[in-house]
């Protein structure tokens, strides 16, 4: 009777931490579970049963081991379904890297793969700069792949996460920056939106133009950092050698400029191309002074 209690109260316990910051990375020891019910278990990963909560955790590779839990949660085929994706991303990332169990990378990981479940592993260490991952042989050959759902590519993950050191080992491994996700976005238009600074490192490496190249907007990465009003990536652009004659929208990037009342971008472009200020938009014809107040 007594132990019945003792257990039924153990179990709401567990069934409230599991609704309080689930997926909060806690170090604990693996004796505390010797007397729940495993269910799953792959690789570094074990799912248990404890009364009425699953509770996933990591074994790690070090010496002595070291054990975290991962999540905590209360629904059956939410906790099987997390497991097996969580499976497939972290054990890739353990048996590779070394970066996984330090400081509180293993917290990181496992948000990004929350946030990010379309990510492949690459990706997600692009994304934390885990470079020594991205040297594996067997992961450069993934070093182009592109997630299922926004079809970015690991170089854009880096640059997501200004990783400057793991942007440039991709682009050393064979990262290509002809790759446009599904708005048909390259690695210069992340650049502007995430980390304009990235932008000089991806230059070193485009040999073809792609800092030009079109979204799927008509946009090049100058237009969208004139739309965004944010003169740093403009400027690097611009040291970039982009061209700001070249649009597929009704307006050029100087034009954008002035709609957008960024004296700032509009200088960064007139001193490097005094033309642009006769520059004639391919709606109206209309000079960027024509564009100083929005045209209806």
């Known amino acids: 009777m ?20 689930p997926y909060t990375v806690n170090s604990v020891k693996l004796e505390n579970y010797k007397d729940y019910t495993k269910r799953a278990e792959e690789g ?14 990591v074994v790690s590779t070090t010496t002595p081991k070291s054990v975290w839990s991962i999540f905590r949660l209360t629904n059956d085929g939410e906790a099987f379904a ?6 497939s991303k972290l054990n890739v990332l353990i048996g590779q890297s070394s970066s996984v169990f330090v400081g509180d990378n ?21 994304y934390l700069g885990f470079y020594e991952f991205i040297r594996q042989p067997d992961i450069i050959r993934k070093i182009n792949d592109k997630t299922s759902t926004s079809e970015a590519t690991p170089l854009m993950t880096a640059v997501m996460g200004k990783q400057f050191q793991c942007i440039e080992q991709l682009l050393q491994s064979g990262a290509t920056l002809h790759r446009q996700d599904n708005s048909g976005d390259s690695a210069y238009h992340y650049a502007v939106r995430f980390e304009p600074k990235c932008i000089p490192i991806l230059s070193q490496f485009d040999k073809d133009g792609v800092k030009d190249f079109y979204n ?16 740093d990536a403009v400027e690097e652009l611009l040291k970039a050698g982009v061209r700001p004659d070249i649009s597929a929208c009704d307006m050029l990037p100087i034009h954008v400029a002035m709609k957008t009342n960024n004296i700032r971008n509009l200088e960064l472009i007139c001193e490097k191309h005094v033309d642009q200020l006769f520059a004639k938009d391919h709606k109206y014809g209309g000079t960027p002074a024509h564009w100083v107040r929005k045209r209806e």
């Open 216 to 231: 799927n907007k008509g946009q090049t990465a100058l237009y969208l950092a004139c739309e965004k009003g944010l003169p």
């Open 44 to 57: 570094h990963l074990i799912l248990y049963k404890k009364y009425s909560s699953y509770d996933c955790i």
């Open 2 to 21: 007594l132990k019945n209690l003792v257990d039924g109260f153990k179990g709401l316990v567990e069934v409230a931490g599991a609704s309080i910051n």
């Open 106 to 126: 293993l917290q990181k990981i496992t948000d990004v793969i929350k946030d990010h479940s379309s990510w492949t592993p690459i990706h997600i260490a692009a």
């Open 82 to 87: 997390q497991f097996g994706l969580f499976a």
